[in-house]
């Protein structure tokens, strides 16, 4: 089992930054990848980020050369987010690939306006 916490939402103006993070527990060391997901009422659920832990990341379109996904050593995952725009205004879900199970966090919400 993976628990996982997300933090670091809020309101930011446009062209802000903010630095997401998702507080791993449990069996962190059956993780094989994280990932940020975003939904937006009404819409699908989106990958945002994913990296496995070897490093690798991978970004969705929208998002490459503006956001950062970054994991430590606890699994501990970070998601920083610059250049917003009111496009990234969304719910943000931290999830885990362990074992094939999938967990996911109850998310953090990003509001980006003026």
């Known amino acids: 089992q993976v628990q996982l916490v997300e933090s670091g939402g809020g309101l930011v103006q446009p062209g802000g930054s903010l630095k997401l993070t998702c507080a791993a527990s449990?069996?962190?060391?059956?993780?094989?990848?994280m990932g940020w997901y975003r939904q937006d009422p009404g819409k699908e659920r989106e990958l945002v980020a994913r990296?496995?832990?070897?490093?690798?990341a991978e970004y969705a379109d929208s998002v490459k050369g503006r956001f950062t996904i970054s994991i430590d050593s606890t699994r501990n995952t970070y998601l920083r987010m610059n250049s917003l725009n009111a496009e990234d205004a969304a719910r943000y879900y931290c999830?885990?690939?362990?074992?094939?199970?999938?967990?996911w966090g109850k998310g953090t919400l990003v509001t980006v306006s003026s």
């Open positions: 999830n885990a690939e362990s074992g094939g199970m999938v967990y």
């Open positions: 449990g069996s962190i060391f059956s993780i094989n990848a």
């Open positions: 990296i496995l832990s070897s490093g690798r």
